[in-house]
């Protein structure tokens, strides 16, 4: 069959792979005269571009020192109009994921400070992969940037948590050990980004060929922990339909924001924990390492579930739950929704008011009158009090500083310096709880 399209079509990238030495009016020899970089440094892999799309995979085999490797689906990384390619022209825009990853590879590798994991996943949450993985790693390429695992194995009995079956929810994390509220216990990377704006621009059959070959292009070890991972469609009639690849970034993906557009981005770590409408723990993405740490949210105890929200705090149930049954196919089975309805009652209540006393305030400071900040003040501690009670945020120092501000527009200086440093008391000793 005929070889697969590369970036540029036929001809190589030239040069370091950065957006400003971009320059397609130069044909760049194929062939690196040795000891040049290959054409698509700084990644491993030749990347793979779908035919007649704008859609490319990148790849890099040791990102942030995992040994899962990274793929990042996204458009080419400057605007292109060639008769091979289809434009759209809210994408002619030369930032994007792959040049970030591409940025921070170039600097880390120059700087020599291309980091480790700091925290090393359990092997079992590779699980046994089954054969059937096998449809996904049928790929287009026969480029692979497979690299065995040459760290040594993670010591899983560091961990504070193991990967348990549970009821009706697959498998999620429990605790081990204690783990005080604020304690970040698991650092993760991606191991698939793609476009979110994926489906639109490609065909059905094109999609589910990159995500395939996107997961195809990771180390051994990279595709059997992410086609481990929990599938939405359990029933063999319809596994049969969707291929793994495509059911198991459905499942597990979160949408982040890179370069101020939008990834589905695959965790396979932090897919691992199953949502509560009262999580025990919450994640932070940061968009320049692309890192997500998980911290605890409270204190949580041997023996406790690690949950995250996957919706929003301030949504009433039934939203809620309408909102995970469509958006990510299940019916929440958390706590807080099995609960007895007087209680799941009382915290709709308290969610409803907390949105209802947020806007308020909101519309009190917008007018800018000096006479409206002392009901400003007395609605937002009572928004305070119910966030406290229905344990919504894992530390409030951020809200009492907003009430130090609030009490120095009401012309109470003293109460505003009151409430400021107890905000950023509060804040301290959340931090030092995460730094451990
Ligand atoms: C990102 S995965 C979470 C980990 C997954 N349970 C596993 O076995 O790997 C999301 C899937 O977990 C299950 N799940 C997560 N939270 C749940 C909840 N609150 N109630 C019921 N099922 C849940 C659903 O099947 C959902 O599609």
């Known amino acids: 069959s005929a070889p697969p399209k590369y970036l540029f079509g036929t001809t190589c990238l030239p040069g370091p792979l950065q957006p400003s030495s971009f320059n397609l009016t130069t044909t760049p020899s194929c062939a690196p005269s040795s000891g040049d970089p290959p054409p698509w ?130 498998k999620g994390l429990i605790a081990t050990r204690p783990i005080p509220r604020g304690r970040i216990f698991m650092i993760d990377y991606p191991a698939v980004l793609a476009d979110t704006k994926l489906p639109r621009h490609v065909k059905q059959a094109q999609g589910r060929e990159l995500m395939a070959e996107a997961i195809g292009r990771l180390s051994t070890r990279g595709r059997e922990e992410v086609l481990g991972l929990a599938r939405q469609n359990e029933d063999e009639e319809r596994k049969k339909r969707v291929p793994v690849s ?18 589905m981005a695959l965790f396979p770590k932090i897919a691992r924990m199953n949502h509560a409408c009262k999580p025990s723990a919450v994640t932070r993405f940061n968009s320049t390492t692309l890192s997500n740490t998980a911290m605890a949210f409270r204190d949580i105890l041997p023996g406790e579930e690690i949950t995250i929200s996957y919706s929003t705090f301030g949504l009433p149930s039934t939203i809620r739950q309408q909102n995970l049954l469509s958006g990510w196919g299940f019916t929440c089975t958390c706590d807080l929704c099995t609960s007895p309805p007087a209680d799941l009652a009382a915290s709709d209540k308290r969610r409803e008011k ?83």
Not at 246 to 263: A, C, H, I, L, P
Request: hydrophobic share 35%.
């Open 246 to 263: 495509e059911d198991v970034m459905k499942t597990n993906s979160f949408v982040v924001e890179v370069q101020g557009r939008e990834y």
């Open 354 to 436: 907390v949105s209802r006393l947020g806007q308020e305030v909101i519309e009190l400071v917008s007018r800018g009158r000096k006479e409206d900040m002392q009901q400003a003040v007395a609605l937002y501690s009572e928004a305070v009090e119910a966030v406290d009670e229905e344990g919504l945020v894992p530390h409030l120092g951020g809200h009492y500083e907003v009430l130090g501000r609030l009490w120095g527009a009401a012309g109470e200086v003293e109460k505003g310096r009151e409430w400021a440093q107890r905000g950023r008391e509060e804040t301290e000793m959340f931090e030092r709880a995460a730094m451990g």
């Open 41 to 170: 440094h700084p990644f491993t892999a030749r990347p793979y571009c779908l035919p007649k799309t704008d859609y490319c995979i990148f790849t890099h085999a040791g990102f942030h020192g995992s040994d899962r490797g990274l793929s990042v689906i996204d458009v080419r990384p400057y605007a292109i109009t060639t008769e091979d390619t289809v434009v759209d022209n809210d994408d002619e825009v030369s930032r994007t994921a792959v040049t970030a990853v591409a940025d921070m590879l170039v600097s880390a590798s120059l700087s020599g400070a291309l980091e480790p994991l700091p925290d090393l996943f359990s092997p079992e949450a590779a699980s046994s992969s089954s054969s059937s993985s096998s449809s996904a790693t049928t790929t287009t390429t026969a480029e692979k940037t497979t690299r065995e695992p040459t760290s040594e194995e993670p010591d899983s009995k560091n961990l504070p948590y193991e990967l348990r079956d549970l009821p009706n929810k697959g």
